[in-house]
């Protein structure tokens, strides 16, 4: 099934949908007339609209071709890996490492380029099963963690294209 639909429109080209009473981009509100018609259902929440969107969790601003994360998203990442590395204890739970590199691997959809940064966090993780046993960290592991975090702290996101003239018609 499909779960979410993306369209571009004209700023100001907008249509009243009469059931949620409100108006929407002409392209949004004749799918949602489709779907009525279809039986699909859909609700008033999901029908968001704008010139920067959030996708799971993402800024996705689609006339600067860019994808970011949130300021404060950002910063409870960095804070968190930061935390993480710099801890006195020395030892985390295969749980928080799995955490860690859950949230991690997350932001690598606005940050594809800092990849190698779970390279040891990977290799800590291997072959381990139980949960709440302690691993520790290495200097390794460490130099990579906070390597993550400068280069998030200094990255704006991605920009989709490395040409911004780029014209659909032309090219």
């Given at each position: 099934?499909?779960?979410?639909?993306?369209?571009?429109?004209?700023?100001?080209?907008?249509?009243?949908?009469?059931?949620?009473h409100v108006f929407?981009?002409?392209?949004?509100?004749?799918?949602?007339?489709?779907?009525?018609?279809?039986?699909?259902?859909?609700?008033?929440?999901?029908?968001?609209?704008?010139?920067?969107?959030?996708?799971?969790?993402?800024?996705?601003?689609?006339?600067?071709?860019?994808?970011?994360?949130?300021?404060?998203?950002?910063?409870?990442?960095v804070e968190h890996?930061?935390?993480?590395?710099?801890?006195?204890?020395?030892?985390?739970?295969?749980?928080?490492?799995?955490?860690?590199?859950?949230?991690?691997?997350?932001?690598?959809?606005?940050?594809?380029?800092?990849?190698?940064?779970?390279?040891?966090?990977?290799?800590?993780?291997?072959?381990?099963?139980?949960?709440?046993?302690?691993?520790?960290?290495?200097?390794?592991?460490?130099?990579?963690?906070?390597?993550?975090?400068?280069?998030?702290?200094?990255?704006?996101?991605?920009?989709?294209?490395?040409?911004?003239?780029?014209?659909?018609?032309?090219?």
């Amino acid at each position: 099934y499909v779960d979410d639909c993306y369209s571009v429109g004209i700023v100001g080209d907008m249509e009243w949908y009469e059931p949620y009473h409100v108006f929407f981009p002409t392209n949004q509100t004749r799918l949602l007339y489709l779907w009525d018609y279809l039986g699909i259902p859909h609700k008033l929440k999901k029908q968001v609209w704008g010139e920067v969107l959030i996708i799971i969790g993402f800024l996705v601003d689609p006339n600067k071709l860019t994808a970011t994360l949130p300021a404060e998203a950002k910063a409870d990442l960095v804070e968190h890996v930061r935390d993480f590395a710099l801890t006195p204890r020395r030892r985390r739970s295969l749980h928080e490492f799995e955490q860690l590199a859950g949230w991690m691997n997350w932001a690598l959809n606005v940050y594809p380029l800092f990849k190698p940064a779970l390279c040891n966090l990977y290799v800590k993780m291997s072959g381990k099963s139980r949960a709440h046993a302690t691993i520790n960290l290495n200097k390794p592991l460490i130099e990579e963690l906070l390597w993550f975090v400068e280069h998030v702290e200094a990255s704006s996101g991605m920009l989709f294209f490395a040409n911004i003239d780029w014209n659909p018609f032309t090219e």
